[in-house]
């Protein structure tokens, strides 16, 4: 078992394996994260997140895993508690984001430069539930991040200059503080790269300060 700064148990084998492997999947297939296959026809269909099915077809993004590239993991890393990393990252560099929920305290924990890019669930749904929390989405807003709302958004992806991380944690005091989190981090430079790529990809519907204050 691993125990972190703050005393928390850590499961090694299940966190820890299930951070590598969510990292070997991203990288050599980059298919399923943008939605649920439907493999009852004879050519794969993507359920893209826009809600549209689309052939996978080579030259897309979102291609099978038999014509998807691979990502060399020879710069990947396995990191408990990793909000210390992915903050400091965040500092660096202008960054792109896709992650589930933003909660109380995201901006703090993750202090997106003016120019980054952030996508979450925003939709009734996830604001109503507390989940997500647009008062700190119109702090981004006003700080000159651009955002955008995924209602069917499951993906944890933080991508800056040099790193990737891949994991479980959402934005959330409650994540840094009480949950337990892990994540790879990735220092390939196409890994890194395509983490990019699947954020600008799921960037779909943009909000404004408007729209934020009325939420």
């Known amino acids: 078992h691993w125990r972190s700064r703050q ?3 850590l499961y090694g084998t299940s966190r820890v394996a299930a951070a590598w492997f969510t990292a070997q999947w991203f990288c050599k297939t980059r298919v399923v994260i943008a939605g649920r296959l439907n493999m009852s026809r004879s050519t794969t269909v993507c359920k893209k997140v826009l809600g549209t099915k689309t052939p996978c077809v080579s030259g897309n993004w979102l291609t099978s895993p038999a014509t998807s590239p691979r990502v060399s993991m020879s710069k990947a890393s396995v990191v408990i508690d990793p909000w210390t990393r992915i903050t400091a990252a ?15 305290g995201a901006s703090r924990l993750l202090p997106l430069r003016r120019g980054s890019r952030l996508v979450a669930d925003a ?25 955008f709302s995924q209602p069917r958004l499951h993906a944890k992806v933080y ?12 934005v959330s005091g409650r994540s840094a503080e009480y949950l337990v989190e892990v994540a790879a981090a990735l220092q ?21 300060e408007e729209f934020l204050e009325k939420l």
């Open 90 to 104: 965040c500092r660096r560099s202008r960054g792109d984001v896709a992650v589930a929920y933003v909660g109380q």
């Open 188 to 208: 390939n430079s196409a890994a890194v790269g395509e983490a990019r790529r699947f954020v600008r990809h799921v960037a779909r519907s943009p909000l404004g």
């Open 159 to 170: 991508a800056f200059d040099g790193v990737a991380f891949v994991g479980s944690p959402n």
């Open 7 to 9: 005393g928390k148990r």
């Open 123 to 147: 939709s009734e749904a996830a604001v109503r539930s507390g989940q997500t929390d647009p008062r700190e989405l119109l702090k981004y807003v006003r700080k000159g991040v651009e955002v």
